[in-house]
Structures are given as structure tokens and as C-alpha cells.
């Protein structure tokens, strides 16, 4: 099984973990895990783009990057009067990989 994951991973096991995971991670807080790409995006912009698209509230993506924050699967750096940019943390690639990964 080739896995980035620091420990070797069933599938059984990633099956578990996927189920429990599916729970937890709401569909907007996937979408923004998915949506960022490694590139420098300031939250606030990075936000109002998803809300155009998807046509969800920023109000309701807001609390969503307060939550994967939260859990550790992203990291905002920067500060508020230059913008805060946003990206995956290695616990967030992990559980991304997990949900959207075809068992």
C-alpha cells in the first residue's frame, strides 16, 4: 500500500477511519479542504470566492474555518491588517485524503 501516512493504514482501518470522519467534517468544511490549493490566498478573498461560487454565506464558511481550525487541519498565519493566508496542515491533508478517497 502506498501511503503518505507516517504509519501504514488498512484498508479496513481507513475504511473505520473514513466513517468516523464523515461524521465529524461537514460538507462546507470538505469543500474548503478542497478547495485550497497550496497557493497564497488571504482568507478574506479566499472566503468570498468560495461564497460566490458555491453560493453559501460567508457567515457559514467563517464558522467552518473556525472549526477546521479548531481541529488542526488548517493553519491561518499572517495577521489581520495584512490578511491572513490559509493553509493545510499535515492532519489535514490526511483527512482529506481519507474522505475523498474511493475505498
Known amino acids: ?3 503518505g501516512y507516517p504509519v501504514r493504514i488498512s484498508p479496513d482501518a481507513k475504511a473505520s477511519l473514513k466513517r ?3 461524521k465529524v467534517i461537514t460538507e462546507n468544511q470538505l469543500l474548503i479542504l478542497s478547495e485550497i490549493d497550496g497557493t497564497q490566498h ?4 479566499f ?3 468560495l461564497s ?4 453559501i454565506p460567508i457567515s457559514t ?3 467552518s474555518v473556525k472549526r477546521l481550525k479548531a481541529y488542526g ?3 491561518l498565519t499572517g495577521s489581520s491588517k495584512v490578511g491572513f493566508i490559509i493553509t493545510l496542515t499535515e492532519s489535514g491533508l ?4 481519507i474522505l475523498t478517497d474511493e475505498l
Open 1 to 3: 500500500m502506498a501511503s
Open 20 to 22: 468516523l470522519l464523515s
Open 42 to 45: 488571504s482568507l478574506s478573498s
Open 47 to 49: 472566503l468570498r470566492e
Open 52 to 55: 460566490t461560487s458555491y453560493k
Open 61 to 63: 464558511l467563517k464558522l
Open 73 to 75: 487541519l488548517i493553519e
Open 94 to 97: 490526511m483527512v482529506f485524503d
